[in-house]
């Protein structure tokens, strides 16, 4: 007779802190190399499982030295995807208050509509919004602003004749943190094309959950990173379309 599982309280409790976990655990992974790897350890867990049902000793020897080698593999080749994950973890906001939607829609208005006085100008800019991981170290790095984000403020900043024109802009809410930002530059291999501005808006979106978007002043075209990627030579149009998928559709669920 097969004997009945009744789950208590506490082992249901025990799964979903587990299942929560796991799920964390992915989400940061998820862009990474590192992510593909895991699958594999997860598909070796499973294969052992299923060996010791079926009492396979043999194999399930070379399953399980397949498993310690595994894992000293992934820790090793893997240790700067690993340490962008626990940066990313220790920097998560665990309260954080969503912008209303109406409000998002002015933070995209106001940004494209100093990206289009700026394009016009051929002036160059980076700007970085922050979301749920916070950017308080690469805040104090630059110049502390905080005032409310406009249109005519961004376009002073990333002026010419003005001294944090080098640096980032980072936007928090619906206020501009700092300008004249130091971020990290991506190691990846893009185009030969990319400057400073752009590694550096990559390599921000790598590390955290931020946007960037970077305004060429050699060729007057606007790029958007997020998540590690970029999008090279988009519209306004376009812009506003990759913003509203990230600061409004996100709020919404």
Not at 112 to 129: N, P, R, S
Not at 133 to 160: D, H, N
Not at 233 to 239: K, M, N, R, T, V
């Amino acid at each position: 007779m097969f004997k009945i599982f009744k789950p208590t309280i506490i082992d249901i409790l025990d799964i979903t802190l587990v299942a929560i976990l796991v799920y964390y655990f992915l989400k940061f992974l998820q862009g990474t190399r590192a992510l593909k790897m895991v699958y594999a350890l997860i598909l070796l867990f499973i294969i052992s499982y299923i060996a010791q049902i079926l009492q396979l000793k043999a194999f399930g020897l070379i399953i399980d030295s397949l498993k310690a080698v595994w894992i000293i593999l992934f820790v090793i080749l893997f240790q700067p995807e690993i340490r962008n994950v626990l940066t990313r973890f220790g920097r998560y906001k665990l309260f954080s208050f969503l912008l209303k939607p109406e409000e998002s829609k002015g933070i995209i208005e106001e940004i494209t509509k100093a990206l289009k006085d700026m394009k016009e100008k051929k002036w160059g800019a980076l700007i970085v919004l922050e979301r749920e991981i916070g950017l308080k170290e690469y805040i104090e790095s630059g110049i502390p602003i905080g005032a409310k984000l406009s249109s005519s403020l961004l376009v002073s900043i990333f002026s010419p004749n003005s001294p944090l024109h080098d640096g980032a802009c980072i936007i928090s809410g619906d206020q501009i943190a700092a300008g004249g930002v130091a971020l990290p530059l991506s190691d990846n291999k893009f185009s030969p094309f990319f400057g400073m501005r752009h590694r550096a808006g990559i390599g921000i979106t790598e590390i955290t959950d931020a946007c960037a978007i970077i305004l060429s002043e050699t060729t007057g075209k606007i790029s958007f990173a997020y998540k590690g990627n970029i999008k090279y030579d988009i519209s306004l149009l376009e812009l506003k379309h990759e913003l509203s998928k990230i600061l409004i559709k996100e709020e919404k669920k």
